[in-house]
């Protein structure tokens, strides 16, 4: 099964900050790959699909890039209610996979 | 609007069953394939299984293939997840979710989650 590698882990950073989280797939996935955060008590946002598309009412602040097995979300300019925990997900072939999390943390 | 409002959680003890079910409204729910996702205390989200459309394909995960069963019920408009032999490592918030057939299937609209403790 093909294996999802975020980093960080974890994040610190301040308001106003360029964020990048990154995402590695064991073997390539296409651009088969979406984005969610998720904010204690709440259910998991889609953010980005395929990749690099934002989804309806997403901020333009989120971004995503990459193809094959290498992949980045990026917040150009961290706003407050950016904290939270980030989730790259594949979605090519059964069994999807989420990779670990990355929390974004005030600083 | 959509909503996907999860039920059936609850603390069971270690190898027996429980059901969880998903009532969906607010869009074309025979349309859609349908996920379960999990996310265990501390840890991060698990994809569980999934059902087309049409309910003639079905997916699990390597962790539950075996206890687990995924249904729909299309005249009730509802999802279902049966778990049998739970586990300890069962325990989390299980979420139902929508995969979008307009953008490139990726899971566009989740529940609250309901929450299953298993436990003696």
């Known amino acids: 099964d093909i294996q999802m590698t975020q980093s960080p882990s974890t994040l610190s950073a301040s308001v106003g900050d360029r964020v990048t989280i990154t995402c590695r797939a064991s073997?390539?996935?296409?651009?088969?790959l979406a984005w969610y955060q998720q904010k204690p008590g709440n259910a998991p946002k889609l953010l980005i699909y395929?990749?690099?598309r934002l989804e309806t009412g997403v901020p333009s602040r989120f971004s995503g890039s990459g193809s094959g097995a290498e992949f980045t979300l990026t917040i150009s300019s961290l706003q407050p209610d950016d904290f939270a925990t980030y989730y790259c997900?594949?979605?090519?072939?059964?069994?999807?996979?989420f990779g670990q999390g990355t929390k974004v943390e005030i600083k | 609007q959509v909503q996907l409002v999860e039920s059936g959680g609850g603390v069971v003890q270690p190898g027996r069953s429980l059901r969880l079910s998903c009532a969906a409204s607010g869009f074309t729910f025979r349309s859609y394939p349908m996920h379960w996702v999990r996310r265990a205390p501390g840890k991060g989200l698990e994809w569980v299984a999934v059902?087309?459309?049409?309910?003639?394909?079905?997916y699990y995960a390597d962790s539950v293939q075996g206890r687990f069963s995924i249904s729909r019920d299309i005249s009730k408009n509802t999802l279902h997840l049966q778990m049998n032999s739970l586990r300890a490592e069962d325990t989390a918030v299980y979420y139902c979710v929508r995969e979008s057939i307009q953008k490139s299937s990726s899971l566009d609209y989740w529940g609250q989650g309901t929450l299953v403790t298993v436990s003696s």
């Open positions: 997900q594949k979605y090519d072939r059964y069994p999807w996979t």
């Open positions: 073997q390539s996935i296409s651009s088969w």
């Open positions: 059902i087309s459309f049409d309910g003639s394909d079905k």
């Open positions: 395929k990749a690099s």
